[in-house]
Each structure stands twice: as C-alpha cells, then as structure tokens.
C-alpha cells in the first residue's frame, strides 16, 4: 500500500516491475481471471452491500453525463471540452465516494488518498482529453488496493469481473461516446481496442470452459456478438467496437 502513486521517467518502470507492488497488482489480475473462467453472472446472484457502495458509485457518475452540456467543438478531432466540466464533477466528489466505501470504519488518511488518487485517474485525462489503458489500469489499481484491505468477501472474485468492473467499462464507453475522448497512446491499427485491456483478459478467461460454446470464428459474426454482449465481456467488447468502428 505504501508504493508510490505514479512513475513517469522510464527508468523506473523495471523498478517497478521488479516490486511487491507489481506482484501484487499481477497476483490480483490472474487471481480475477481465475475466478471469472467458464462463469456467467445467474440472475439469482447477490451482492455484498460493499460492492453494492462502487455499483451506485459508478452510476451517479454515469447520471453526470447527462448533466453536463456539451460544448461547441471548435478544435478539429479533439474531444468535447465539456469533459473537463464532468471530470471536475467526479474529483469533487472523491474523496467523499472514497470515505463512503468504508463507513462507519475510519481508514488511514495515507491509505484513503492513495485510494482518492487511483480514482481520479480513472476516468481520463482532464487536460488532453483522452481516456487509455492507463486510466483503466489505475481503477483495476484501486481495486486492488481494496482486494488488500479484504474489502471483498473470499467468493467475490467472479462479481468483481462481472459487475464492478463491467460497470465501470459501460460508464468510460459512455465517457468516451459522449465526449468524444481521444485514445490515449494509442497504436492505431496495432490495438485490437484502443480503449480497454481488462475486459479482453477477464473475457477470455471467462471463455474458457471444458466444451467451447464459441469457436474463434464467431467473434466475426456480429449477431452472435451483439447476441451475448451482455453475458460475456470478450463478446462485449467486440460487439463495442462493431458499433462505434464499422
């Protein structure tokens, strides 16, 4: 938990992956790939009411969306600025999301704004107005984080994938849409997804089942896609990319 928050000069990238943090932030990864492999989420299923507290922190921001009017676009390609507006919203109200996760516990101040700093980079990047896998991968940091603190129950490994986490990818695909983020890094035609990495790793591990109910072909068709979107991330993501691509 005491790791530090960002590195940016390259030579400390092989400090890090080098750490206990990365382990633990790998251990996480394939920890939730584990528990999401050949499962679909029952209808039956139910929630912790501390899952529940990110679920209804995810949706309010999704209801900002709506809030906050668009701006007339005046810089080419470039997203809307009104992203700004809505990122200002969200870091307003970070440090209170993060202290609800928790209440009535009080938590460590140092552990709480190591939390409030993986949230608000979440979302993208107020000043370029782009949204990447680094933002996605400072949530699944925050997630993992609170995996640490034993914020989830021992069986919530499965729930974390299919609903937190896609959650979270309907709420910055609806970023993304709506203010026209730009990728951040992008590699053009060498991403399959300039956007997202989590649910093509948890997809794939969620695939995978004794008797294959896809064969790799069907990601092709788009029916099949759009038919189990909502059941299987991989086919989720496919079925995004039909959309807003093709």
């Known amino acids: 938990m005491g790791?530090?928050?960002?590195?940016?000069?390259?030579?400390?990238?092989?400090?890090?992956l080098s750490s206990p943090a990365y382990k633990i932030y790998l251990n996480f990864i394939s920890y939730l790939c584990e528990s999401v492999k050949g499962r679909v989420l029952r209808s039956d299923e139910q929630i912790s009411d501390?899952?529940?507290?990110?679920?209804?922190?995810?949706?309010?921001?999704d209801s900002f969306i709506t809030l906050i009017p668009l701006r007339e676009k005046t810089?080419?390609?470039?997203?809307?600025?009104?992203?700004?507006?809505?990122?200002?919203?969200?870091?307003?109200?970070?440090?209170?999301?993060?202290?609800?996760?928790?209440?009535?516990?009080?938590?460590?101040?140092?552990?709480?704004?190591?939390?409030?700093?993986?949230?608000?980079?979440?979302?993208?990047?107020?000043?370029?107005?782009?949204?990447?896998?680094?933002?996605e991968g400072a949530f699944a940091f925050l997630l993992c984080c609170l995996h640490k603190l034993n914020y989830f129950g021992e069986n919530d490994g499965h729930l974390i994938s299919l609903i937190v986490i896609k959650r979270y990818i309907q709420l910055v695909r609806?970023?993304?849409?709506?203010?026209?983020?730009?990728?951040?890094?992008?590699?053009?035609?060498?991403?399959?997804?300039?956007?997202?990495?989590?649910?093509?790793?948890?997809?794939?591990?969620?695939?995978?089942?004794?008797?294959?109910?896809?064969?790799?072909?069907?990601?092709?068709?788009?029916?099949?896609?759009?038919?189990?979107?909502?059941d299987y991330l991989f086919l989720g993501c496919i079925d995004f990319i039909n959309q807003v691509n093709f």
């Open 75 to 135: 810089m080419g390609r470039f997203g809307n600025l009104a992203y700004r507006d809505w990122n200002q919203k969200m870091s307003d109200n970070a440090e209170k999301y993060i202290l609800s996760l928790f209440e009535p516990t009080v938590i460590e101040n140092d552990i709480v704004q190591l939390l409030i700093n993986y949230f608000k980079d979440s979302f993208g990047n107020p000043t370029r107005i782009d949204y990447g896998t680094g933002h």
């Open 174 to 230: 609806n970023i993304q849409k709506t203010f026209t983020l730009e990728p951040a890094g992008s590699h053009g035609s060498w991403g399959l997804d300039d956007f997202q990495f989590l649910p093509y790793i948890l997809g794939a591990s969620q695939m995978i089942t004794p008797t294959p109910k896809f064969s790799p072909n069907d990601i092709l068709n788009k029916n099949i896609c759009c038919q189990n979107k909502n």
């Open 3 to 16: 790791a530090p928050y960002k590195m940016k000069p390259t030579d400390k990238i092989n400090t890090f």
């Open 50 to 61: 501390n899952m529940a507290k990110i679920v209804t922190i995810l949706e309010e921001l």
